[in-house]
Structure formats: structure tokens, C-alpha cells
């Protein structure tokens, strides 16, 4: 149980296009999923919380505008990251909550051109 | 603030040897314990938890004891295997939100 899904897996976009990636909890509901970033032989950054029905929050110095975050089911949430440059490209991992214990995606790793 | 602590790596170890990652916290308030591990170009498992003082987390022959008095949350195994060659993370929830704190990640390679 407590499986989270995400989608593509892997992307590669141009500079200055926009790219959106899927988050699904497949055999529960979340009203709060989270969305991270990481870096290379680093740990995980959280970058907003997204809960369903409401805006999300943005941890300090994570642009909402750059990154739209939009959580319209209780089994969905999206990141999409508008004007992608190459300095976005990382490994993006959502995670869901579930009984007060976060499950986590596979990942999606971006590549800007 | 909340914080988590783990022990450089990478650790290398032969198979069969015990395994000790230390992991120590800071935190106000009661957090929730984890141990997380990711294996390469994947995200992240949830491979323990503990949510009390004195609470035993285990899975796959790993455990981890909530120690309160020494703040310490330490991951070991009796004996790796090369398959347990991954990322171990450790990490606080706060009950406010749920936020996970990490720590840095510790690297284990198992050589055959």
C-alpha cells in the first residue's frame, strides 16, 4: 500500500518552454502532497507543500510564479515549471501524506536544453 | 530550529558486516522518527519510522530505536548484503504540518 506515482520519469525540454509533471497517490487519498528538488549527492529540498482545494506554500526563495503547483484532486497534484532554463534542471520528487508519514514518488529528472 | 544529523559517508563495507549509521536530531517537541533510502535514479522508500520514545522501527532486517534521551535515532543491521547499497536518510517530522527535516544522506556501498 501507499503507492505514489509520478510522471514522466524522465524530460527533456528546451530553454523557454514549460513542463509539467504529475504527481498520484494510487491507493490513497492526500490532501497534502509535497513537492522537492534535488541536486546531485545532496539531500532533498522541499520547495512548497500543496494541499487539495487551496494554494500552495512556498518555502522561502522558491519563485510560486516559476513554479505553479496545482492540486485538484485528492489523488492528484501538479508541478509545472514555466520558462525553464538549464539552471531548473534537476531531479523533481513529490511525495503524499498518508497517516502522518510521507510516501515518495520515483522522481522526475529535467533536462533544459 | 529542527535539524538532523547523520554520519559522513560514504560508508563502505563486505557483505555480511554489520552496519551502524548514526543519526542524531534536534527538535522542540516530540517528532516522528525516519529512516529513508534511495537507490540510484529513484526516489525515495520509506524503509522505517518510529513516532515515540523507546519505539523500535524495523524492516528488512534493519532497525532503528527512538532514543529521546540521547536524541539519537541510529540505523543497523546485522549483516548487508551488496543489494543494500543505496542512500540512507534520516529524518524528523514535525506534527505541525508534517514537514520532513532530512539529514545530508549517507552513501553505503556493500562490496562483494
Known amino acids: 500500500g501507499a503507492v505514489v506515482s509520478q510522471h514522466p520519469s524522465r524530460v527533456i525540454c528546451k530553454s523557454g518552454t514549460s513542463v509539467k509533471i504529475e504527481c498520484r497517490s494510487l491507493d490513497f487519498q492526500a490532501t497534502t502532497m509535497f513537492w522537492y528538488r534535488q541536486f546531485p549527492k545532496k539531500s532533498l529540498m522541499l520547495m512548497a507543500t500543496?494541499?487539495?482545494?487551496?494554494?500552495?506554500?512556498?518555502e522561502q526563495g522558491v519563485e510560486k510564479d516559476k513554479f505553479l503547483i496545482n492540486h485538484a484532486s485528492l489523488t492528484l497534484s501538479t508541478l509545472t515549471v514555466t520558462s525553464a532554463h538549464p539552471e531548473d534542471s534537476s531531479f523533481y520528487i513529490c511525495?503524499?501524506?498518508?497517516?502522518?508519514?510521507?510516501?515518495f514518488g520515483p522522481g522526475t529528472r529535467l533536462l533544459v536544453l | 530550529g529542527n535539524s538532523v544529523t547523520q554520519m559522513e559517508g560514504p560508508v563502505t563495507l563486505s557483505e555480511e558486516a554489520f552496519l551502524t549509521i548514526n543519526c542524531t536530531y534536534t527538535a522542540t517537541g516530540y517528532p516522528s522518527l525516519f529512516w529513508y533510502v534511495q537507490y540510484p535514479g529513484e526516489g525515495l522508500q520509506l524503509l522505517l519510522k518510529?513516532?515515540?520514545?523507546?519505539d523500535k522501527g524495523s524492516n528488512k532486517g534493519f532497525e532503528a530505536t527512538y532514543r529521546k534521551e540521547t536524541t539519537s535515532f541510529h540505523l543497523e543491521k546485522g549483516s548487508v548484503q551488496v543489494s543494500d547499497s543505496a542512500v540512507y536518510f534520516c529524518a524528523l517530522s514535525d506534527r505541525d504540518g508534517n514537514k520532513l527535516v532530512f539529514g545530508a544522506g549517507t552513501i553505503l556501498r556493500v562490496k562483494s
Open positions: 511525495s503524499a501524506l498518508h497517516q502522518e508519514t510521507q510516501y
Open positions: 500543496s494541499n487539495e482545494g487551496s494554494k500552495a506554500t512556498y
Open positions: 518510529a513516532t515515540k520514545a523507546d
